[in-house]
């Protein structure tokens, strides 16, 4: 068994233990459960929340009807060292307490890494006596995780006065140990045209709203084992709502944007975390437990763009509270 999903699985495995009050029991542990592995999972979510919904636009200029871009684009998200710990208040938890008695302690996220091995105990009553479990936290995936890179394709084109039509996709992805594909579409409005003197009308303003959906995979098998299903399954919605502003030069133009972030990740700890034979029943409990979290934030967009005939670079910074740099490469007719 993988050491750092050991605590999860076994403060579900206790909730099979017979018990005076089993279903109460089992229903603390669940709420426990639910709690660490929310906010043990919650800075990733948040982190891949705020790289997938860039890199969505160049300028705020939209197409003209059935013209259209076809782009690479790839980002760069910055991990926040802070996001590495959180509190782990016993006092929030129903059947959790540390060994040394300590009532908090700061324990590591997915990001993060135990400086020396914190051990929590579980309390559970069998036959009327109390026989507290010793349980080692999890770490992180990997303490040396700073940054997160994403690429993929997308196009747009002009489908009707000062509107065009924006798809993304990455196929999957295998590198590492990572697994990850995404797909997602998005509309683009240019609501300076709305403007009865358009021309004069200093720059390009219009609205925009891109949906995008990832499928993540962290692979935590020790070497030597062979299940390929074992590990961090992540299903991320997010949603992009911004206003854009660009300048109107022949090549090199600038652009802004302030986007509202939303995201909805649900993950599942998969694997072959065997339980005992007395346990049997509940391995399909195991191998299902799964979190949700949501998550929201701003985001400021600040950015350039060269034209040479017929392709397009282009360069922003993303101000937010996982910064983010992107950057794209396209074809234009």
């Known amino acids: 068994m993988n050491r750092t999903f050991t605590f999860i699985i076994f403060l579900i495995a206790l909730a099979t233990y017979a018990q005076n009050n089993v279903n109460e029991f089992a229903e603390n542990t669940i709420e426990d459960v639910t709690r660490f592995g929310k906010a043990y999972a919650n800075p990733a979510a948040k982190g891949v929340m705020y790289n997938l919904n860039n890199g969505w636009y160049n300028s705020a200029k939209v197409k003209d009807v059935l013209s259209f871009e076809i782009s690479v684009v790839g980002n760069v998200t910055f991990i926040k060292r802070d996001e590495s710990k959180f509190t782990l208040n016993t006092l929030n938890y129903n059947n959790v307490r540390f060994e040394d008695g300590s009532k908090s302690k700061e324990v590591p996220t997915i990001f993060g890494e135990n400086e020396a091995d914190i051990v929590a105990l579980i309390d559970y009553n069998l036959n009327g006596e109390n026989e507290p479990i010793a349980i080692e936290l999890p770490n992180g995936i990997d303490d040396n995780v700073d940054y997160a890179p994403n690429v993929f394709l997308q196009a747009s084109i002009g489908v009707f006065k000062a509107t065009e039509v924006k798809v993304r996709f990455a196929p999957k992805i295998v590198y590492g140990r990572v697994e990850k594909q995404l797909y997602g579409f998005g509309l683009q409005h240019e609501f300076s045209k709305w403007f009865s003197k358009e021309e004069a ?5 219009s609205a925009l ?10 692979d935590v098998k020790e070497s030597g084992e062979q299940d390929e299903n074992q590990g961090i399954d992540t299903r991320i919605n997010t949603w992009n709502f911004a206003v854009i502003g660009s300048t109107k030069f022949e090549k090199l133009n600038f652009y802004a944007g302030l986007a509202y972030l939303t995201a909805k990740a649900d993950t599942k700890f998969d694997g072959v975390y065997q339980l005992e034979e007395e ?12 979190v949700e979290n949501n998550n ?7 950015g350039a763009n060269y034209k040479l005939p017929n392709i ?16 794209g490469v396209g074809y234009f007719l």
Do not use: C, H, R, W
């Open 201 to 205: 009308f200093p720059v390009y303003m």
């Open 279 to 290: 346990y049997e029943a509940f391995q399909d409990l195991v191998n299902n437990f799964s």
């Open 209 to 218: 709203v891109g949906y995008t959906k990832f499928n993540g995979f962290y």
């Open 312 to 327: 397009v670079f282009n360069l922003s910074y993303n101000i937010q509270e996982f910064s983010n740099v992107t950057f």
């Open 296 to 302: 929201s934030g701003i985001s400021g967009t600040l």
